[in-house]
């Protein structure tokens, strides 16, 4: 099993701040996929990361992995109100089957 | 293109009463997923397919069955409703290699009582 921890899981950030959430992961896990989900909404995907050192940026949102580390952060930059959501990091333990062992999410609220 | 749609949205189930999560995807996509989401957590897989006719468990399957009898369908029955079955339920449908992802449905509110 694929062991997946967020941190914070809890953020609340002034508009215009810098902010990272963190994603650690036990094992191997060649792929890590970003969601982000709205109060009461399905999940949307967000980046993909396929191999170590990937870094992807849309927006304000930059994601990149370290698979030596286990390590996936998602760089919020110059935050805004509409990037309040939660968001979750999975990964796959490399498999091809597409099972995904996700974090208990990161709450963001960002305020004016 | 409708993605992932499932049915019904909201649901009560009393204690030991059963009923089935539809679940279609019209991506034509070979990998299909259950995934249960309970308050303040992340999702945990209930059963995956990876054709018609091949499912397997996931991470917390008792109490649930699923089958695949075709590409685009994959039902989840819960039998014999529990209170720990309250939760948001989530399928997904995904593509096969490696830069496939994961596409999620709209998910069903289930409380059982």
């Known amino acids: 099993e694929l062991k997946v921890e967020q941190n914070p899981l809890f953020l609340s950030m002034q508009e215009g701040k810098n902010y990272t959430i963190y994603c650690n992961y036990s094992t191997t896990s060649d792929r890590l996929y970003w969601y982000r989900q709205d109060p009461g909404k399905s999940l949307e995907s967000l980046f993909v990361l396929l191999s170590n050192g990937a870094v992807k940026q849309e927006g304000r949102l930059m994601a990149s992995l370290d698979t030596k580390a286990r390590l996936s952060t998602l760089h919020i930059t110059a935050a805004v109100h509409d990037l309040s959501a939660t968001y979750f990091c999975a990964g796959d333990r490399g498999s091809t089957l597409g099972r995904l062992y996700f974090g208990r999410g990161t709450q963001l609220t960002v305020w004016p | 293109n409708a993605g992932v749609t499932q049915t019904p949205k909201f649901r009560i189930l009393k204690i030991g009463q059963s009923m089935t999560l539809q679940c279609t995807q019209d991506m034509n996509h070979n990998y299909m997923y259950w995934y249960r989401q309970d308050p303040g957590m992340g999702l945990k897989l209930i059963y995956y397919?990876?054709?018609?006719?091949?499912?397997d468990k996931g991470e917390v399957p008792n109490g649930y069955n699923v089958s695949r009898s075709t590409t685009e369908d994959f039902p989840l029955r819960l039998e014999l409703a529990a209170p720990s079955q309250t939760s948001v339920y989530f399928c997904?449908?995904?593509?096969?290699?490696?830069?496939?992802?994961?596409?999620f449905g709209p998910g069903t509110r289930l409380t059982v009582l």
């Open positions: 997904a449908s995904g593509g096969q290699g490696t830069f496939s992802e994961q596409f």
């Open positions: 397919s990876v054709g018609a006719g091949i499912t």
